[in-house]
């Protein structure tokens, strides 16, 4: 009994004690996007962990007791924010016992907190409109600006955390930001035949992608945020498809197909499976590869269905 | 251009004057100025969307403009056009932080039931489970959650029941927990649920049947095992989730059937006395430990033990202990849709030794009896908003206690000897907010001669409000 108390309080002491000056900055990321652009500012000067799985949806991630484990060993956290992760991420921080990613702490970064967000509701919202984000589209990593704007608040995160390695932060910063610009100007030019294509989506998750290269969402297959389609909404969505040409169906590769693939077949519209995240296509290893991958796949999308 | 820069100009102003007015108005709550607020915003936001209409027909362009440079496209105007509306919504979020950061988030659940039974007295006994024929209020729970200052988040459920119409209300939780501790440690203190196993600490919307399992309502009674008390855990700095909690509780009243209870109350036939408690040693002690792991990304593992120790009132030195293991497994892939498909396999087991008496009046002489039981239970999520469960229960209640107990009551005996249960179950769940459920029970119990009882519930969760997510 007496070693059993010992090797317990020998634990407590190493649990408690302070990292070596050496030591990486422990950042925990919500989703593997958000991770992506974390190591691509932290460099070899972090280590990363990115709880949810790029493959997952994630509204519904599990509360896995071993990610309480993860987060007490957190220097830094970083979330979407906007309600993105109300369903599970509010247990674990309160769990995981960590002072430095409480609210208000410098390794507590909020993406959403430096993004434009979209579809912020104007009138009278209650749930009777489905899943609604009371302070907007929460999907908000798929507009490589905003990527870059996330970016900026990482470095300023990171060297409030560790501020020897502040200029190495501030070079990455830089060099991903040159890189999404002049990439940006590449997918838009080879996406610049699709600016003002009509397309669907099964939930709202592509509206910034819509945005930034000039698509033009005109309804999801949900009737609301999170309701599944009904027969009714089905029968209506084909007459506006079909009224409006819509092109190209879009949606996360773990929807269910059965509805895409009817619209499909009523309409002549593509199903394109697109990732929301990063790691949910395997050509999407990190935050440039996601949109290199989601800009070659809608283009052969569109030159498929063209005859 | 100079149309664009002057809109422009006077929507900064706006939001400049509007940031200051609403530094003032902070002070003041009324609901008055609330509604300006709200109107100012209106307002504000249609300025803005003006100018940007009007700024996309200065810049219109042809739908299709494969050479359009980027620059272009995200020029100066457009930047400031954005940070004009960041701060717009910046200023709609201190809108709503001026009435929502010091409230707590406030949810109201509503359990309801419609139960038909094959016997007139059933085997229900849960206060939570549906127990008579017809329609049941099963609970109505009002949870609060907030932050209290930069130490603690506390949580309350108040709760509602009515049973041959009559309403009853009970303060069922009232606890904080300690944001951060340091060394990993969390305090969590006031009246809670005991922690012991995984049932136990959930209230009964959480819960994945309709009624309670047989043995946790043997054990801990029909409201399940609470207290106020506090509890001290620790998360071990394993590389693997390892925490031990330990918790000292007050171990009084219905909320405490093995413990000290109610005078006049019996267990297994021996009456409890007015025992109160009088040192130290008379507290309920939980120590548990809990660890999970996960074998593969798909799929999670959490097992745990449990204790008990406490007094009961039996007799003025007679003593309780519990013992409790459990064990959780989930699967779900990795490319889930909403939380769908899922199978999910939980599984607890309670034995408890109760030094009984002797009970004078009765003239029971003084033993040591010894109860336990386990139940199994299984959910399929096959497809979104749909779950298959079943559930297997087993309770024997017939250890120790040589000598023929005193039961008057066909309740009693219920408590006592052997039963099994048989639960499959269907839910559907329309959204996050709501479910259906339809269970049957097979139940067979040595105090019922074995006969099979039959039992079938429709149940229903109705959630409103802002409800916090809960622990795996």
Redesign the interface.
């Known amino acids: 009994m007496r070693v059993l108390i010992k090797t317990?309080f020998l634990?407590?002491l190493?649990?408690?004690s302070p990292l070596p000056a050496y030591a990486k900055l422990n950042v925990v990321a919500t989703t593997p996007d958000l991770g992506s652009i974390v190591r691509e500012i932290g460099g070899d000067r972090v280590e990363v962990t990115s709880l949810a799985?790029g493959?997952?949806?994630p509204?519904?991630v599990?509360?896995?007791?071993?990610f309480?484990?993860i987060l007490?060993q957190a220097d830094a956290l970083i979330e979407g924010g906007a309600d993105l992760e109300?369903?599970?991420?509010?247990?674990l921080i309160?769990?995981?016992?960590?002072?430095k990613i409480?609210l208000g702490q410098p390794g507590r970064i909020v993406a959403a907190e430096v993004?434009?967000?979209l579809e912020?509701p104007?009138g009278p919202i209650d749930?009777s409109l489905?899943?609604v984000h009371p302070?907007?589209n929460p999907h908000l990593t798929l507009d490589p600006?905003n990527g870059k704007l996330i970016a900026g608040r990482v470095k300023e995160r990171l060297c409030m955390l560790s501020t020897p390695d502040c200029p190495v932060f501030t070079a990455n910063a830089k060099q991903f930001e040159e890189k999404i610009?002049s990439r940006?100007?590449l997918w838009?030019?080879q996406m610049?035949?699709l600016?003002?294509t009509k397309v669907v989506t099964y939930h709202k998750s592509y509206s910034y992608l819509a945005e930034r290269f000039?698509l033009q969402v005109v309804n999801t297959i949900e009737p609301k945020p999170?309701?599944?389609p009904s027969a009714s909404h089905v029968r209506d969505l084909v007459a506006q498809m079909k009224a409006e040409g819509v092109a190209l169906i879009l949606l996360?590769?773990?929807?269910?197909r059965k509805t895409p693939a009817f619209l499909s077949q009523e309409t002549g519209a593509r199903v394109v499976l697109i990732p929301s995240m990063v790691g949910g296509a395997k050509e999407a290893g990190d935050y440039l590869a996601l949109f290199e991958h989601i800009v070659k796949t809608m283009l052969e999308a569109m030159k498929e269905r063209q005859p | 251009m100079h149309t664009r820069l002057y809109a422009c100009a006077c929507i900064a102003l706006c939001v400049v004057m509007f940031g200051g007015w609403t530094q003032g108005f902070a002070k003041e709550t009324a609901g008055s100025e609330i509604e300006d607020l709200k109107k100012q915003m209106a307002l504000m936001e249609e300025q803005l969307r003006l100018l940007r209409q009007k700024v996309e027909q200065l810049e219109a362009k042809p739908a299709v403009a494969p050479e359009a440079p980027v620059e272009k496209q995200n020029g100066k105007t457009e930047q400031r056009l954005k940070d004009l509306e960041l701060q717009v919504g910046q200023q709609r979020a201190a809108s709503r932080g001026l009435l929502a950061p010091f409230n707590p988030k406030i949810s109201v659940n509503g359990l309801f039931s419609a139960a038909m039974f094959s016997e007139k007295d059933n085997l229900n006994f849960g206060d939570h489970d549906p127990q008579v024929q017809g329609f049941n209020v099963q609970n109505v729970e009002l949870h609060l959650q907030g932050t209290v200052d930069p130490y603690f988040q506390v949580d309350t459920n108040i709760v509602t029941t009515i049973k041959k119409g009559a309403t009853t209300i009970e303060l069922e939780e009232m606890y904080g927990t300690s944001l951060a501790l340091p060394a990993n440690l969390q305090l969590v203190a006031g009246q809670y649920f005991t922690r012991f196993g995984r049932q136990n600490r959930q209230h009964p919307h959480q819960w994945d049947f309709a009624d309670q399992p047989v043995i946790l309502n043997r054990i801990f009674g029909p409201d399940g095992l609470r207290g106020p008390g506090a509890q001290l855990s620790w998360l071990a700095p394993t590389p693997f989730y390892l925490e031990f909690i330990g918790s000292a509780q007050q171990a009084e009243g219905e909320i405490a059937t093995s413990f000290l209870s109610k005078p006049g109350e019996t267990v297994r036939g021996y009456t409890l006395i007015d025992r109160p408690v009088r040192k130290v040693g008379d507290l309920l002690y939980m120590p548990r430990v809990v660890t999970s792991f996960n074998p593969t990304d798909e799929v999670t593992v959490a097992l745990g033990g449990s204790a008990l120790f406490g007094p009961n009132a039996s007799g003025t030195n007679t003593r309780t202990s519990v013992y409790g293991g459990d064990l959780y497994v989930k699967w779900k892939p990795v490319n889930h849709s909403q939380g769908f498909p899922f199978v999910a396999w939980q599984t607890e087991y309670l034995h408890r030794n109760y030094e009984a008496g002797p009970d004078d009046v009765n003239r029971i002489p003084a033993s040591l009896l010894k109860d336990f039981g386990w139940y199994t239970q299984l959910l399929y999520g096959f497809t979104y908003r749909w779950v298959a469960g079943f559930r297997v229960d087993y309770a024997n209640g017939s250890g120790g206690g040589k000598a023929v107990p005193f039961l008057a009551t066909l309740a009693q005996r219920d408590l006592v000897g052997e039963r099994s249960r048989f639960s499959p179950n269907m839910t559907f769940y329309p959204s996050e907010f709501s479910k259906f459920r339809l269970q049957y029970n097979l139940d067979f119990a040595d105090s019922r001669g074995r006969e099979a009882v039959h039992g079938v519930f429709l149940q229903m969760e109705l959630n409103i409000g802002e409800h916090g997510a809960h622990s795996f």
Do not use: C, Y
């Not at chain 1, 996360?252 to 269910?256: A, K, L, V």
């Open positions: 317990f634990m407590g190493l649990a408690a799985k493959t997952e949806d509204h519904f599990d509360a896995k007791p071993s309480i484990r007490n109300v369903g599970w991420l509010p247990p309160l769990n995981a016992r960590n002072s409480q993004i434009r967000l912020i104007t749930r489905g899943d302070f907007g600006l610009d940006l100007a838009q030019k610049a035949p600016r003002g000039g999170g309701i599944p996360e590769p773990n929807r269910e």
